[in-house]
């Protein structure tokens, strides 16, 4: 039999505890039919004041990860989406393709990840070679985000860490943060604009940015749930995201 509310597919979603944008985001994206089931990866709302503390983050995430995977595949999803940002961009291209890799193992089925979403995205717009780009992180997570997308073959002209204070307050960065953030990475040499970190609410502010600005700008929650459902064979148009949802 069918699952009664998500007969076209069921999403695993694996978010961190503290990640409050994501889910909201996510769902405001869901075509009927499609239905999203979160499992969280418990990590603490710790202070992050510097690359230290990220990088005890990114420790925290990678223990408790796949305990997350584990719990979310009882309901026996069609499949997994990733949705946390900086794990997945860690240690560049080759590490993200490995870590897709163990992540499919564990989960038994295919599994969406922000990285690759992202490549795909910025693949969908075509002749894009200059980005720049929007996180939350410390200058260690930037360092990580920039090598993925060299990796790939992009150049990161600017790049704008917000150096949010915890995983929680990720969340509470404004609109009209996010907007500054935009403008300061955008001059005209650049073909697109990537915000990366799923705790920020970006998703409406990258679709009015994209209008406005006359260029692709991505938020990777946007990219991540455009990747899923492609991937899937569900080829509906979502309003009010930017092009990748109503276009691509």
Same mark, same amino acid.
């Given at each position: 039999?069918?699952?009664?509310?998500?007969?076209?597919?069921?999403?695993?979603?694996?978010?961190?505890? /503290?990640?409050? @944008?994501?889910?909201?985001?996510?769902?405001?994206?869901?075509? +009927?039919?499609?239905?999203?089931?979160?499992?969280?990866?418990?990590?603490? =709302?710790?202070?992050?004041?510097?690359?230290?503390?990220?990088?005890?983050?990114?420790?925290?995430?990678?223990?408790? $990860?796949?305990?997350?995977?584990?719990?979310?595949?009882?309901?026996?999803?069609?499949?997994?989406?990733?949705?946390?940002?900086?794990?997945?961009?860690?240690?560049?291209?080759?590490?993200?393709?490995?870590?897709? #890799?163990?992540?499919?193992?564990?989960?038994?089925?295919?599994? /969406?990840?922000?990285?690759?979403?992202? $490549? $795909?995205?910025?693949?969908?717009?075509?002749?894009?070679?200059?980005?720049?780009?929007?996180?939350?992180? $410390?200058?260690?997570?930037?360092?990580?985000?920039?090598? *993925?997308?060299?990796?790939?073959?992009?150049?990161?002209?600017?790049?704008?860490?917000? #150096?949010?204070?915890?995983?929680?307050?990720?969340?509470?960065? @404004?609109?009209?943060?996010?907007?500054?953030?935009?403008?300061?990475?955008? =001059?005209? @040499?650049?073909? !697109?604009?990537?915000?990366?970190?799923?705790? %920020?609410?970006?998703?409406? +502010?990258?679709?009015?940015?994209?209008?406005?600005?006359?260029?692709?700008?991505?938020?990777?929650?946007? !990219?991540?749930?455009?990747?899923?459902?492609?991937?899937?064979?569900?080829?509906?148009?979502?309003?009010? *995201?930017?092009? %990748?949802?109503?276009?691509?």
């Amino acid at each position: 039999m069918t699952d009664s509310l998500g007969y076209r597919m069921k999403f695993g979603v694996i978010a961190p505890s /503290t990640n409050t @944008s994501v889910q909201p985001e996510f769902d405001a994206m869901r075509p +009927v039919g499609v239905t999203n089931h979160f499992a969280r990866i418990h990590i603490p =709302d710790d202070p992050i004041e510097n690359d230290d503390d990220f990088n005890e983050l990114i420790e925290r995430i990678g223990d408790a $990860q796949m305990e997350a995977v584990d719990r979310v595949i009882t309901c026996d999803p069609g499949h997994v989406v990733m949705g946390i940002s900086a794990e997945t961009f860690w240690g560049g291209l080759e590490a993200s393709n490995a870590l897709h #890799k163990k992540i499919v193992a564990r989960a038994g089925r295919d599994v /969406t990840m922000g990285s690759d979403a992202c $490549q $795909q995205a910025l693949n969908a717009y075509g002749g894009i070679k200059r980005i720049g780009v929007v996180t939350p992180y $410390q200058p260690v997570g930037d360092e990580n985000v920039r090598r *993925f997308f060299e990796d790939c073959g992009y150049e990161v002209v600017n790049l704008k860490g917000l #150096k949010c204070k915890s995983p929680q307050l990720i969340a509470h960065t @404004s609109e009209q943060t996010l907007r500054d953030a935009i403008i300061e990475v955008n =001059d005209p @040499s650049v073909d !697109a604009i990537v915000q990366a970190g799923t705790n %920020l609410a970006m998703a409406r +502010v990258a679709a009015m940015a994209e209008f406005w600005l006359d260029k692709p700008v991505l938020a990777i929650n946007t !990219a991540t749930y455009w990747w899923a459902l492609r991937k899937n064979g569900i080829d509906d148009k979502v309003a009010g *995201f930017g092009a %990748l949802l109503t276009e691509h």
